[in-house]
């Protein structure tokens, strides 16, 4: 059964940070280029950042470029992201996803 499980979500205040995880079972994980997504409260689904299959390439969203950091483990098949600076407007439902399969997510909640 393919499974991509994120944790690591939280409550957190403006300008902190949380590292997010996400264990990845059921397919062979080094093959795929990875993302992070996340879905606001009443919004749409944005794509958050992208990694390729060997992590030597990563892609960012402008609203998280310089503040995020997406990094993966193909030895104990995880996707992370670290996020920085974290700012009101990031709290969301963030997953992982290898673009048809997303997995289930974790609350991210930036607030004082």
């Known amino acids: 059964e393919v499974q991509l499980q994120a944790s690591g979500g939280g409550l957190v205040q403006p300008g902190g940070s949380l590292r997010l995880s996400c264990a990845a079972s059921?397919?062979?994980?080094?093959?795929?280029?990875m993302r992070w997504a996340r879905q606001a409260p009443g919004k749409g689904v944005e794509w958050v950042s992208g990694?390729?299959?060997?992590?030597?390439?990563?892609d960012y969203a402008n609203s998280v470029k310089g503040r995020f950091t997406i990094s993966r483990d193909n030895t104990k098949n995880m996707l992370y992201l670290q996020m920085n600076s974290l700012k009101s407007e990031d709290t969301a439902v963030y997953y992982c996803?290898?673009?048809?399969?997303r997995g289930q997510g974790t609350l991210v909640t930036v607030s004082s």
């Open positions: 996803t290898d673009g048809s399969i």
């Open positions: 059921g397919f062979t994980f080094s093959t795929r280029y």
């Open positions: 990694i390729s299959r060997d992590g030597s390439k990563t």
